[in-house]
């Protein structure tokens, strides 16, 4: 079933529908807690461990083995804070796409560069968001914190790499 819904109904016909591609902006490693996340240009994504040189790589966290999110949603936090923009290092997560929706995603598999990921859920703010961004800054990440993602197939992904769904299960 897709989502939820018997399959073959409409509503799962159109949650099984096509995305359309994104593209990989950004790629971020953070090597300890409260450390400043680091970018990168290319990492490498170990299947069922995580993301190397990151600190969540190997804790056991299997839905959380890396983390992902939009810059429109970068783009809607800077709005609800009036700011121009928030960088990715703000929110700490893995990887910054763009052109895709990622809750789109939810129960699919997808590939960026050469590894195969799986939606594993959302990925909800700390309340670290108010120090980082400050008064207001928790509440303007609600909903915009983007998701988390299983490696099914490890491999290297780039900055540039697309963003697909991938058909099947």
Known sequence: ???????????A???????????LLWIGLRPER?????????ARLVAGHGVEGDRYRGTGKANRQVTILAREHLEAIASFLARDAIPPEALRRNLLVEGVNLLALKGRRFRIGAALLEHSGECHP???MEEVLGPGGYNATRGQGGITARIIEGGVVRVGDVVEAVAGP
């Open 126 to 128: 700390c309340s670290r």
């Open 34 to 42: 409260r450390a400043p996340v680091l970018p990168v240009s290319e």
């Open 13 to 23: 016909r159109l949650l099984e529908g096509p995305i359309a591609p994104g593209r």
């Open 1 to 11: 079933m897709s989502g939820g819904f018997p399959p073959g109904s409409s509503l």
